[in-house]
């Protein structure tokens, strides 16, 4: 798979990968732009999840993201919510790395969440 999930706190886990169809992770595209798709649930009993934090870590040689930190919706317990983002990759050389997720809540410098995302070599060229 694309992610591969770490977490801290029992708040909130990745939908498993044999959820309804499309609702697993994905990187879409073949770039130099790719659309990032993550599917983030809270598995509470009945609280919901509020004042939490989404933060993309990545390397700003290779990659740039239109929203790379974003306040993440109150989470329902039960609802799959879906956070998308772009990503464009800045190298023509073939390379790719890995782009660090992390969800948090305000305040707290522990997140509750954290994902690895294998980035795809780019197979498309820019528009000159």
């Known amino acids: 798979g694309w992610l591969d999930w ?3 706190q029992g708040l909130l886990s990745p939908l ?6 499309g609702s ?3 990187v879409q595209g073949i770039g130099p732009t790719f659309k990032l798709t ?3 649930q809270n ?4 609280r919901p999840s509020i004042n939490l934090l989404v933060s993309f870590l ?5 990659y740039a993201m239109k929203r790379a930190f974003f306040k993440a919706p109150m989470l329902v317990p039960g609802l799959n919510y879906p956070i998308e983002t772009f990503v464009e990759c800045l190298s ?3 390379i790719s790395d890995v782009i ?3 969800v948090l809540r305000e305040g707290q410098s522990m997140p509750l969440l954290t994902a690895h995302i294998n980035m795809p070599v780019s197979e498309g060229l820019a528009a000159a």
């Open 92 to 94: 023509n050389k073939g």
């Open 6 to 8: 770490l977490w801290d």
């Open 38 to 40: 993550l599917h983030i």
């Open 58 to 62: 990545y390397d700003q040689s290779l």
């Open 16 to 21: 498993p990968q044999n959820c309804a169809p």
């Open 24 to 26: 697993s992770p994905q």
């Open 100 to 102: 660090k997720v992390f």
């Open 43 to 46: 598995t509470s009993a009945g």
